[in-house]
T-cell receptor
């Protein structure tokens, strides 16, 4: 149980275009989801906390206009990288707090390459 | 604010040898502590977690960790390394405000 599905697993886009990444909780309702960014051989950096039905809370230094987060339902949160540039190339991972016990389950990640 | 320090960005052990990955944390309140494993181009998989209760926590794949409050440590161990254990390991802490803070990670190499 407590599975999070992230899609797509990889995407290549041209500079200046926008890319949407989806994160779905398959067998539970997730009122809160988290979006992380991971640079090669580095740790995960929390970008924002996504709350169902309200605005996301962004971490300091994260451009909210570039990384649009929408959490319109209890099972879906999306991250849209707008006007992507090569420096946005990274591994993006979503996470949701599991309903039972205290823990977090993670999506399989999305490798974004902007060319 | 909480933080996590993982000692050693790379650790190499021989197959069959003891695995020890070190993690120290800082938290102003009793923490929740986690160990996650990440394989290349994949998400994170929970190995084990400490919330309350028994300080020795057993996880999946033969891993365990011990919460030592006096040492502010949560080191990960496995008695006998297997080739399939080669991966990136992250220690993480949460002070219950719904945010997890990750350490920088330790790459575990298994030598044949």
């Amino acid at each position: 149980g407590a599975v999070v599905s992230q899609h797509p697993s990889w995407v290549i886009c041209k500079s200046g275009t926008s890319v949407k990444i989806e994160c779905r909780s398959l067998d539970f309702q997730a009122t809160t989801m988290f979006w992380y960014r991971q640079f090669p051989k580095q740790s995960l950096m929390l970008m924002a906390t996504s709350n169902e039905g309200s605005k996301a809370t962004y971490e300091q230094g994260v451009e909210k206009d570039k990384f649009l987060i929408n959490h319109a339902s209890l099972t879906l949160s999306t991250l849209t990288v707008t006007s992507a540039h090569p420096e946005d190339s990274s591994f993006y991972i979503c996470s949701a707090r599991t309903p039972l016990g205290y823990g977090y389950t993670f999506g399989s990640g999305t490798r974004l390459t902007v060319v | 604010a909480q933080s996590v320090t993982q000692l050693g960005s790379h650790v190499s052990v021989s197959e069959g040898a003891l695995v020890l990955l070190r993690c120290n944390y800082s938290s102003s309140v009793p923490p929740y502590l986690f160990w996650y494993v990440q394989y290349p181009n994949q998400g994170l998989q929970l190995l084990l977690k400490y919330t309350t209760g028994a300080t020795l926590v057993k996880g999946i794949n033969g891993f365990e960790a011990e919460f030592k409050k006096s040492e502010t440590s949560f080191h990960l161990t496995k008695p006998s390394a297997h080739m399939s254990d080669a991966a990136e390991y992250f220690c993480a802490v949460s002070d219950r405000d719904d945010k997890i803070i990750f350490g920088k990670g330790t790459r575990l190499h298994i030598l044949p």
